[in-house]
């Protein structure tokens, strides 16, 4: 499976879209093309009834051309501090009192998004597999639990715990968006990090792509949990 999802477990520009707020015929439809690191997947009003992903407001944090994209819920704020969620989670946040965020259905294992100053020494996980860190937006780092902290001293601003991730085969998220479930928009660092999650679902909704709903709200969305 991805790197994300192994790392977890142990580039990117984006397309300049139509003027926001464009719905119905003649908003262009979005394709996975469209759909990069740093997108903003914004759930529909259709689908607010959605007892999982209703309201939601995903960051892309992680794609495979053609296999698995990941994100994570960035407005489902959860009712236990971080470091009840992960003891290591002191090592990477400032406030010890920061609460944990539900990051999505598939696994339970957290990781920190946070800002990362530009470093060579950041741009790889300290992990035992050499592999590059996603970067979901300039600045944005993922932040692998099992990592030494020692290279993120002096390096690291804000940043938030999540637990679990949400991961889409490739075609299952295309037929999503096309049948209109979801919205897209291109994220900010100030997105991420909003205090107000209605505030912030209002604000992306408004400035998000709304190509017309090509289908019925409502449809099951299977998950890949293997």
């Known amino acids: ?66 296999w698995t994209i990941t994100g994570l819920v960035l407005n489902r704020r959860l009712d236990t501090p971080a470091i009840d969620q992960a003891a290591r989670a002191t090592l990477f946040l400032t406030d010890f009192a920061a609460p944990a965020y539900w990051g999505g259905p598939v696994g339970t294992d957290p990781v920190i998004l946070g800002e990362l100053a530009p470093d060579p020494d950041v741009e790889w996980f300290h992990l035992d597999r050499q592999q590059r860190r996603p970067f979901p937006l300039p600045g944005l780092g993922l932040i692998a639990l099992g990592e030494h902290h020692e290279p993120f001293e002096g390096r690291l601003g804000r940043a938030r715990l999540y637990v679990g991730l949400c991961v889409w085969a490739a075609i299952m998220l295309e037929r999503e968006i096309d049948r209109g479930d979801w919205w897209v928009t291109r994220a900010t660092v100030e997105d991420v ?34």
């Open 1 to 66: 499976r991805g790197g994300l999802r192994r790392l977890v477990g142990s580039g990117q520009g984006v397309r300049a879209g139509p003027a926001p707020g464009l719905i119905g015929p003649e908003a262009p439809r979005v394709t996975l093309d469209d759909v990069t690191l740093g997108t903003l997947l914004v759930a529909t009003p259709s689908e607010d009834d959605d007892p999982m992903f209703g309201g939601t407001v995903i960051l892309v944090v992680d794609r495979e051309p053609h």
């Open 193 to 226: 990090f909003a205090t107000d999650s209605e505030a912030l679902l209002e604000r992306v909704r408004a400035r998000a792509r709304r190509p017309e709903r090509r289908g019925p709200a409502g449809l099951p969305r299977p998950l890949d949990d293997t």
